[in-house]
């Protein structure tokens, strides 16, 4: 079956330290691969993607990810973390072959610590 | 541009009632895609559609209906409410069904009594 995990259900970091949200997939084929944000009582947000080509991508408000296909990855990073960057965060994949669908992850809640 | 818009932000509904979830989007983006938001289970596809007259079913249809008779418009219709459909529901759009990111509404918050 496919699938996208986060295995973490929450990460703290103090402000100004480097953080990591991870997150790991498995389906058939090459994978569309997407993070998003949702801060609270609102919609999710798009933050970065990867199609293809470089493995890190980058993306809005200073995050960026990197795609490791043999590990099935995409973890989310950022050098220095913001309090303001404290939200739920969600990995997601578009299914290829013809189903047009997207699969996301449970969210990992970050917190970043003053 | 207003983006994805939906109504209403919140519902209290009885066990058998129906109601429509309304969404509608003015970016002329062919996917649209509705889910639902419950603690610990992230987000999980109910219905989505690849363009007018187009609808397919995604990981949770049961209890659902949904329809596009415009590219604008995607409502979401809850047949016989149950207390197992009390969620956050949130409809979606992209551009095309390739490789585009999705643009979020709000979010509906329904609680069924």
């Known amino acids: 079956a496919q699938s996208v995990a986060q295995p973490e259900d929450q990460v703290n970091v103090a402000e100004g330290n480097p953080l990591t949200v991870k997150c790991t997939y498995s389906?058939?084929?090459?994978?569309?691969l997407f993070w998003y944000v949702q801060y609270p009582n609102r919609g999710l947000q798009f933050l970065l993607k990867?199609?293809?080509?470089?493995?890190l991508v980058k993306g809005s408000y200073g995050f960026e990810a990197e795609f490791n296909k043999s590990q099935t990855s995409f973890h989310l990073k950022k050098p220095s973390a913001l309090v303001s960057d404290s939200a739920l965060y969600f990995c997601?994949?578009?299914?290829?072959?013809?189903?047009?669908?997207?699969?996301f992850g449970t969210g990992t809640r970050l917190k970043v610590l003053a | 541009n207003a983006g994805v818009t939906q109504t209403p932000k919140f519902q209290v509904l009885k066990t058998g009632q129906s109601m429509t979830l309304q969404c509608a989007q003015d970016?002329?983006?062919?996917?649209m895609s509705w889910y639902r938001q419950d603690p610990g289970m992230g987000l999980r596809l109910i219905h989505y559609?690849?363009?007018?007259?187009?609808?397919d079913q995604g990981e949770v249809p049961n209890g659902y209906n949904v329809s596009r008779s415009t590219t604008e418009d995607f409502p979401l219709r809850l047949l016989s409410a149950a207390p197992s459909q009390t969620s956050v529901y949130f409809c979606?759009?992209?551009?095309?069904?390739?490789?585009?990111?999705?643009?979020f509404g709000p979010g509906t918050r329904l609680t069924v009594l």
């Open positions: 979606a759009s992209s551009l095309g069904t390739g490789n585009n990111e999705q643009f």
């Open positions: 389906v058939s084929g090459n994978p569309y």
């Open positions: 990867y199609i293809t080509g470089d493995n």
């Open positions: 997601a994949v578009r299914v290829l072959g013809g189903t047009y669908k997207y699969i």
């Open positions: 970016m002329n983006h062919e996917y």
């Open positions: 559609s690849v363009g007018a007259g187009i609808t």
